[in-house]
């Protein structure tokens, strides 16, 4: 998929853990609302082709690939 807005939308007070996705070719990669930013944990996701990876939260363990970089090897 590409030029999709958002790959994942966390709103609303929602709570999740987002761990181990690969999110490529969006506008934004996960964009969490400040509702939801303190329930919300975002961990080991792999990020490629993204205008920017993360909004509205930190991550831990994040993984950028260069767009030469294969997602699955």
Request: net charge negative; hydrophobic share 40%; glycine share 10%.
């Amino acid at each position: 998929m590409e030029n999709v807005a958002q790959g994942i939308s966390v709103a609303d007070s929602a709570g999740p853990t987002i761990m181990n996705n690969i999110v490529a070719g969006t506008t934004t990669g996960i964009s969490v609302d400040g509702s939801s930013a303190p329930n919300t944990v975002v961990d080991a996701n792999v990020f490629q082709r993204n205008t920017t990876n993360l909004s509205g939260i930190s991550a831990t363990n994040t993984i950028a690939l260069t767009p030469g970089q294969p997602l699955f090897v």
